[in-house]
């Protein structure tokens, strides 16, 4: 079965200062990778998506993660944090294998930026 | 632009009574699925639909009934058997594993 674990339910930053938000998934093969946001009373927006090609992902709003393989890792990044980056993350994966469910999430991580 | 569209926004339930949330998706996606959003908890599955008339179960399915008669619709009703039905109703649709999912915007289910 798939899994996912997002380190840290809460992540500070000051505003300017690197986001690093991290995920690692378990999958006996090569999963599908997500990165949601979500803003207070609202659904969730796609970041960026890793399907097998390029190991760095880059997407919406200068957020980038990087697939590693070796760390069953993909870490969620932006060099400078901007007060409109205050939201709920959620990493994702989906099971190709799966034709039931499709997707595991996180339990999510909590952004606050310090201005 | 297509998109997912839930309703109401808000919605205020007295006890022992059924409610029934709307999801509507015009991006012509055949899977649909209901969620449930609860402080610390993530997002738990409650029912998914992968094809017209057909639905499973997801892992807190008590208590919750769905429907899809049409692939445009897939909504979900929670009864009076949802001992605690106070929570963030997210519905979403996907065409394919590396798609990732669509959401709407949420509706928020409060019991009075």
């Known amino acids: 079965a798939q899994s996912v674990t997002q380190l840290g339910s809460h992540v500070s930053v000051s505003e300017g200062a690197l986001v690093l938000l991290r995920c690692n998934y378990s999958s006996s093969v090569p999963p599908y990778l997500f990165w949601y946001v979500q803003y207070p009373n609202q659904g969730l927006q796609l970041l960026l998506k890793y399907t097998s090609a390029a190991t760095l992902v880059k997407g919406i709003n200068g957020f980038e993660a990087e697939f590693k393989k070796s760390e069953t890792s993909f870490h969620l990044t932006k060099p400078s944090a901007h007060m409109s980056d205050a939201a709920e993350y959620f990493c994702a994966v989906s099971d190709h294998r799966n034709t039931g469910n499709q997707f595991y999430f996180g339990t999510g991580t909590s952004l606050t930026v310090i201005p | 632009d297509g998109g997912i569209t839930q309703s109401p926004k808000y919605l205020f339930r007295k006890e022992g009574q059924n409610v029934t949330l709307s999801c509507e998706q015009n991006l012509n996606h055949d899977a649909m699925y209901w969620y449930r959003q609860d402080p610390g908890q993530g997002l738990r599955l409650i029912y998914y639909s992968q094809i017209v008339n057909d639905f499973q179960k997801g892992d807190i399915a008590e208590g919750y009934s769905v429907s899809r008669e049409k692939k445009e619709s897939f909504p979900l009703t929670v009864t009076s058997a949802q001992k605690n039905p106070t929570a963030f109703y997210l519905c979403?649709?996907?065409?394919?594993?590396?798609?990732?999912?669509?959401f709407g915007s949420g509706t928020r289910l409060t019991v009075v």
């Open positions: 979403a649709s996907s065409t394919g594993h590396n798609h990732g999912y669509t």
